[in-house]
């Protein structure tokens, strides 16, 4: 998108237009969007957003938002773009601007560009600015932002610089100090920069934790084995929570509007007689292949544009930027709808209305619900219309030209992954231009960052479409690559104008900031433009589903249980207290060990055998060892090791993909990749992409077999754990009530041996499910809970088990522990409580009183989406740490 017509000196310091190949290296930032801006510029600066960072090592991430969400406005600098004469680029006064580090300019090392929103280059900052900006920028101290002033001139344009450092009061005194000596800012502003940013930190300060004993309840006591169903009910506290994805319920379309929208007809290939609310959803997604600009004299925004007030011109309304040619509007968006509400044959209803004559539609989905996909399509439509349906994710031989001859072609994401990275004309989903692509579990490319991501982004599509149910799982950021995927044009799809226009300011502001309430409005116009969203509860979705009760079982630890989980509460607290005290010596040392304490006392909570062992009790055996001798004694070590970090939901460290579903290795020096990730990487350079070791495909470990039936689990010692045995007694109170099945979800397999173990003790039957297990063998358990009346519990992995699956043969949903992303639990929830369900639905949540597990809850009732970010133990590069602390000072409590 960036075009020079040839390279200047740097005069001006002309940059060159090629952009880092890291995207981490070269992110861009611009100001908010403003409304009214006075002729000057704006009265008031823009959101922040990530700069051009130098990439930092960080190997801990808390949150999903802007890593630079807490950055401080300092000050700004009113100056000039330079070279414009040489770039084609177009802005107009008050338009935000991309800044970009050009690090390798030939001209000047120091060289800082400037884009418009959609790319083109506009010139650069002035030499004797950028000499003294560049440092700033490249060690991370500084983030800058800039919007236009004033008209574009022959030679210059009038630009404002804001500047945006950290929110850490002494290194805020630092940092001002050197700008102040640099000449860059003026004590008096900033003053009162500080002075603002004190206020608005003060506004949004959060709330000090409440205590277990401010939740108003008694606790539960262990019941005996003979206690009823009523009377566990009876103690336990029902549980209301407003269901998931918050954000999105509040920017949404109203009930009111959703329940008035146009139908559209019955397709006719259909077997299937859509219910009222799908023909809605059908006529609405027919529109959305077929956007149209703002008609002449119209007020509509689409997209964010507008017509402007000449008529001849369009104007978006995120980054004010300017054309005078139609904006390209991407064709299709998100069909959000609930879980359970039809979203695969509304899509099926679309293939099939639009005609099967323009080229084949491409459907992305998880392995779980790849055969879901193809066996919709033969219930739903009738037999003489039958589309020619092509799975398409084994190693058996497809052609381009097959693909391109059907009309509807399944895949999975690891498919599209694996090709993404093939070359030499093998990448066949590449090698056609599908009339659409629709992702189920769309949600799956929420990191922008990912290859899964970065893979999707790349297919060629007529229209894309999102299914998900959950748009926003840990943030408005995640909201970016969807976007992203759909191809939206108009400056929000950057991820450094995402953040400082939306994302930013929503995490950030308090409610009634100006900055925020605009971003909310932004937000809140894109949303109900490409999504549709309708949920289960909605008066005229009318579903008919039969009553949901949620309770919260509260449990107590026994004598012996309460004093380990004091000692390891102990531990992380005195961890946190150093952190706080120290300055930088073995922060990231302290940090790493704060969160892993964290993992370890929710594992304490279901039971204290899951930390038995500790992960660094078993790498210390190798501390003296680079590269570890595989015999094996060290590999079952190493596999030990690689168990925890699967089940601490950490990321590989070369594509940032969650590990537990890469086909997790571990190398012989000790650091965990999908493999093939660093069997690419072993391809290429032979050595750990980490530590520089040299590395062979020998060298690498998977998990051990999970011998399930020999889990090694001593029956007197799962005894002892308060959890299992008030979950065992639920079980077996529900198991009375005739025709009773029930779903008994946990992110740790290792937990879900230890109830196996006590169920095999009780002689209670059961079927397991988890991501161990081949398709054909996770096929057989779901057939079992279906089929068999005398397999009525199922013990299900929530990662694996959350989406895809239909799971309305049982009616009660025991939950053993708390998820990092409370939207995971909905989803897992929503697998019982869906269409299709007749009875009743019972979801029960386990909580141990007074530990991590009550506060966790009580974080969930008054501001769910914390969880997820203070709970992400995962690892990515260039990312802060302390915008969480104060999360985890509050869980540590």
């Known amino acids: 998108m960036v075009r020079s017509k040839r390279s200047r000196p740097h005069d001006a310091g002309s940059s060159q237009p090629p952009q880092a190949k890291n995207p981490r290296l070269s992110t861009s930032q611009n100001n908010g969007p403003r409304s009214s801006l006075p002729a000057g510029g704006p009265s008031q600066p823009p959101p922040a957003t990530q700069s051009v960072y130098a990439e930092e090592e960080d190997p801990i991430d808390l949150t999903q938002d802007d890593p630079q969400s807490s950055l401080e406005l300092y000050g700004s600098l009113e100056n000039k773009i330079v070279g414009v004469r040489y770039y084609n ?406 991820e450094a104008l995402f953040g400082q226009v939306i994302s930013r300011p929503i995490r950030q502001l308090h409610d009634s900031h100006p900055d925020r309430s605009k971003a909310v409005k932004i937000l809140a116009h894109l949303m109900k433009d490409i999504c549709l969203r309708r949920r289960k509860d909605m008066k005229f979705v009318d579903l008919k589903l039969p009553p949901k009760a949620e309770c919260v079982h509260r449990i107590t630890f026994s004598k012996t249980e309460q004093p380990k989980y004091d000692a390891v509460l102990a531990e992380a607290r005195g961890e946190l207290e150093k952190y706080q005290a120290s300055a930088t010596k073995n922060q990231q040392g302290r940090y790493s060990s704060i969160l892993e304490r964290l993992l370890r006392l929710r594992q304490i909570c279901n039971h204290w055998v899951l930390c038995k062992e500790r992960v660094q009790n078993l790498l210390a055996f190798f501390e003296d060892q680079k590269v570890v001798a595989l015999d094996p004694k060290n590999v079952a070590i190493l596999q030990q090791a690689l168990q925890f970090i699967i089940e601490s939901q950490e990321e590989c460290a070369i594509c940032y993909e969650e590990i537990g579903l890469h086909e997790p290795v571990i190398t012989a020096c000790k650091h965990v990749f999908g493999r093939a990730c660093i069997t690419k990487a072993i391809q290429m350079q032979g050595k750990c992409p980490m530590c520089r070791a040299d590395l062979k495909e020998e060298s690498l470990v998977e998990p051990a077999p999970e011998h399930r039936e020999e889990a090694g689990v001593d029956p007197e010692e799962a005894s002892k754990s308060s959890k299992t045995e008030a979950l065992v007694n639920i079980l077996q109170a529900t198991l009375k009530k005739e025709r009773s099945k029930v779903v008994v979800f946990s992110q740790w397999t290792s937990y879900l041996n230890i109830v196996q173990q006590r169920l095999k003790d009780s002689n209670i039957p059961y079927t397991r499910i988890d991501g161990s297990m081949p398709k054909k063998a996770r096929d057989a358990s779901i057939e079992s809970l279906n089929s068999d009346p005398d397999t009525r519990i199922l013990l299900a992995s929530l990662q694996v088990c959350s989406v895809g699956l239909n799971l309305v043969a049982a009616d009660t949903v025991i939950l053993a522990d708390s998820w990092w992303a409370p939207a995971i639990e909905d989803q897992a929830v929503d697998r019982v409580h869906r269409l299709g369900q007749t009875r009743e639905t019972t979801i029960w949540r386990l909580v141990v009183e007074g530990t991590i597990e009550e506060r966790v809850l009580n974080i969930q009732t008054e501001k769910r989406r914390l969880v997820s970010e203070a709970f992400q133990e995962k690892s990515k590069k260039g990312k802060t740490k302390e915008t969480r602390m104060a999360d985890i000072s509050k869980l540590l409590s």
Not at 151 to 161: A, L, M
Not at 285 to 298: G, H, L, R, T, Y
Not at 402 to 421: F, M, P, R
Request: proline share 5%; aromatic share 6%.
């Open 89 to 494: 680029g177009v802005a107009t006064p008050h338009e935000l601007v991309v800044l970009r580090r050009e690090a390798h300019n030939q001209y000047d090392s120091n060289a800082i560009r400037v884009d418009n929103v959609m790319g083109n280059q506009i010139g650069h900052l002035p030499r004797t600015v950028v000499a003294k900006l560049a440092p700033y920028v490249d060690r991370g101290a500084l983030v800058l932002e800039a919007v236009l002033i004033g008209e574009k001139g022959y030679f210059d344009c009038p630009v404002r610089i804001y500047f945006y450092g950290t929110s850490d009061p002494v290194g805020r005194t630092k940092l001002e100090e050197s700008l102040k000596a640099d000449k860059l800012l003026k004590a008096t502003q900033l003053k009162a920069t500080r002075k603002e940013a004190e206020a608005v930190r003060k506004s949004t300060g959060l709330k000090s934790g409440t205590s277990s004993a401010g939740l108003g309840q008694e606790a539960i006591q262990r019941e005996e084995q003979g206690a009823t169903l009523q009377s566990l009910v009876s103690t336990s506290e029902t549980f209301e929570v407003q269901r998931t994805d918050q954000l999105s319920n509040v920017l949404a379309t109203g009930e009111e509007a959703l329940e008035n929208m146009p139908m559209a007809e019955q397709p006719e290939p259909l077997k299937s007689t859509l219910l009222p609310y799908q023909l809605q959803g059908l006529a609405w997604m027919i529109a959305k292949e077929n956007p149209q600009v703002p008609a002449v004299k119209s007020t509509d925004v689409v997209q964010l544009w507008k017509r402007c007030s000449n008529n001849n011109s369009f104007q978006n309304l995120a980054t004010s930027f300017v054309t005078n040619s139609p904006p390209q509007l991407l064709k299709g968006g998100i069909l959000a709808d609930d879980m359970g509400l039809g979203k695969t044959l509304q899509i099926i209803s679309l293939i099939l209305s639009q005609g099967l004559q323009d080229g084949p539609t491409l459907i992305v989905a998880p392995v779980t619900v790849l055969g879901n996909w193809e066996q919709q399509v033969k219930f739903h439509v009738k037999e003489t219309h039958q589309p020619r349906v092509l799975p398409y994710h084994s190693s058996k031989q497809v052609s381009s030209a097959d693909l391109k001859n059907s009309d509807i072609v399944i895949t999975t994401y690891g498919k599209l992954l694996s090709e993404s990275k093939v070359q030499n004309g093998a990448a066949r989903l590449y090698s056609v231009n599908w009339r659409r692509v629709v992702l189920d579990e769309g949600h799956n490319i929420r990191n922008p960052s990912s290859q899964t991501a970065h893979a999707a982004h790349r297919l060629q599509a007529t229209s894309r479409w999102l299914l998900t149910g959950t748009p926003i799982i840990n943030g408005v950021k995640d909201f970016l690559s969807l976007l992203q995927f759909l191809k939206l044009k108009g400056g929000l799809e950057d």
